[in-house]
């Protein structure tokens, strides 16, 4: 069965500096990958997702994910945050092939520092 | 589009008392999950319908939750009787036709408080 792992549940980090929210997966099929981003009470909004191809996939607001097969990873990161980055982070995993369900990994709380 | 809607933004109630919470998919979309999240257990998955149709409810906690999708745009999910345990923020999000993606559109969801 799929599962998604957030290896940790909050990042503080400062102002401008750069960030890496990490994020593995077990699945023993080809997978879909997001990330979503919930900001303090508002819902999930996808950041970007992973189909195929290129490994290295840009979002929205300057962020970027690289998948790995072979370590089954999905690392989000960003070069420089901005305090409007402060939200929850989602990784989610999709068995490309036969099920309808994406698979949410438990969140990153990401704390900017000023 | 108006997006994925949720009614109401947020509902207090005494244990006991039953709980109707609704959405309305963004026109077009086949596939509505109801999800739960919680400081415990983080985002968990309620139910999901396919063209109306309950395809999984593997995550319903227990008899007390219900939840109908009587037509393409309109959904609800109800807890008779509530219980405290239940407090929560409940989250809906639809799916398009013909996407293999499924990737998932979420409302802004419904603040539960069960007292």
């Known amino acids: 069965a799929q599962s998604v792992t957030q290896l940790d549940s909050q990042v503080p980090v400062f102002e401008e500096a750069p960030v890496e929210l990490r994020c593995n997966y077990s699945?023993?099929?080809?997978?879909?990958l997001f990330w979503y981003v919930q900001y303090p009470n508002q819902g999930l909004q996808l950041l970007l997702k992973?189909?195929?191809?290129?490994?290295l996939v840009k979002g929205i607001n300057g962020f970027e994910a690289e998948f790995n097969k072979s370590q089954t990873s999905f690392h989000l990161r960003k070069p420089s945050v901005h305090i409007s980055d402060t939200a929850e982070y989602f990784c989610?995993?999709?068995?490309?092939?036969?099920?309808?369900?994406?698979?949410f990994g438990k969140g990153t709380r990401l704390h900017i520092l000023p | 589009d108006a997006g994925v809607i949720q009614s109401p933004r947020h509902e207090v109630t005494e244990m006991g008392q039953e709980v109707t919470l609704r959405c309305k998919p963004i026109?077009?979309?086949?596939?509505l999950f109801w999800y739960r999240q919680t400081m415990m257990r983080g985002l968990e998955l309620l139910i999901y319908?396919?063209?109306?149709?309950?395809?999984?409810d593997s995550g319903m906690p227990e008899d007390r939750f219900s939840a109908k999708m009587p037509n393409a745009s309109f959904s609800t999910l109800k807890i008779q009787p509530s219980e405290p345990r239940d407090s929560a923020v409940y989250f809906c999000?639809?799916?398009?036709?013909?996407?293999?993606?499924?990737?998932?559109?979420f409302g802004p969801g419904t603040r539960l408080t069960v007292t």
């Open positions: 992973y189909l195929s191809g290129s490994t």
């Open positions: 699945s023993s099929v080809s997978v879909y």
């Open positions: 999000a639809s799916s398009p036709v013909g996407d293999r993606v499924r990737e998932q559109y």
């Open positions: 319908f396919n063209n109306n149709v309950p395809i999984d």
């Open positions: 989610a995993v999709r068995e490309s092939v036969r099920d309808d369900k994406i698979i």
């Open positions: 026109s077009g979309h086949d596939y």
